[in-house]
């Protein structure tokens, strides 16, 4: 990236106000100044991103397709997981921007644009965390409150909660557009970037973001940590009466891995806000850790988002059996007949 600022000179400026760059997940409150990093070690970035775009939205498209192509998959599991594919999709179609004006060179795509590419990432992310916490919960109706389950979860409710999820989000997420702008860097060369204002540091508007943050990763966290705990007492106290139990067993091991996809995946960015915390006006040594940190919390915020259809081929046999038929059909829903039970809280 061409006229980066010293290190020296980056370290001699750091402060709240050059927090962040962006208010991407992954990044918000975290300062990533590329000119930390080798030209090698940014173009390992870029190849690992790309493979990411590529893989991420394949998947996601095929799981798009595979919901509302194959009517016998859309229980109301699948309903959460096809929404969260938009979601996912919609973050990835943002990576290149992310990627070549964060790493390779500075914004020039006016204020409008920035605003909005940061606003639909945030939505997109704050959706997917609601909706991997609301499919949680349903699965607990579903394993340890079958008959409440029966009465209270149908297609029709779930779609309406699903638009109340993205709602939310979307909320959540307003505030970026007084947050984030192009701002110069002051360099002389008419350098800018996409980034969080001097006027959301100073009216502490980006504190109170910063703690959204945290409880969109913590309160979720600790409500998935209690759900799956008590639906895995549920499933392995008692014995496996029926083939049903055995694929309810079966879908909430996906599901946890999905869960745990979403912990390792955001874990590294508190981390990493953490150390950068403590690196003001701290050590170099230390300064360069948290830099790490940031440049893997990148990769991994986008990892995040094309991970989940991988994880839903490796462990759904019904999913493959699907994708398999879309692939060889020119007419896709000619193949299988439209099961439409009442209540669709079928497994995966």
Known sequence: RSHSPPVSETRASLSLSHTPQSLRPGHLSLTMDVSDFSGAELVCVTAVCVLLLALGITGNMLTILVVWLRPHLRS???????????????????????????????????DTVCKLSVFVSESCTYSSILHITALSLERYLAVCRPLTAKTLVTRTRVRTLIGCLWVVAVISAGPVFAMVGVEDLGGGE???????TDYAVSSGLLGAMMWLSNLYFLVPLGILGVVYGLIGRKLWLRP?????????????????????????????????????SVTLGSSADMYYISQYFNLVSFVLFYLSAAVNPILYNTMSARYRHAVRSLLRSHTPRS????LTPQHSTTTL
Do not use: N
Request: with cysteine; glycine share 4%; proline share 5%.
């Open 190 to 196: 008419g350098e800018s970037e996409c980034r969080c």
């Open 335 to 338: 193949l299988h007949p439209p």
């Open 76 to 110: 109301t599991t699948y309903l959460y997981l096809s929404s969260m594919a938009v979601s996912d999709l919609l973050i990835l179609l943002l990576m290149p921007l992310d990627l070549y004006y964060k790493l390779w060179r500075f914004w020039d795509l006016g």
């Open 240 to 276: 496996q009466r029926s083939s049903r139990d055995r694929a309810q067993r079966h879908t909430i091991k996906m599901l946890g891995m999905i869960v745990l996809a979403f912990v390792l995946c955001w874990l590294p960015f508190h981390v990493g806000r953490t150390l950068f």
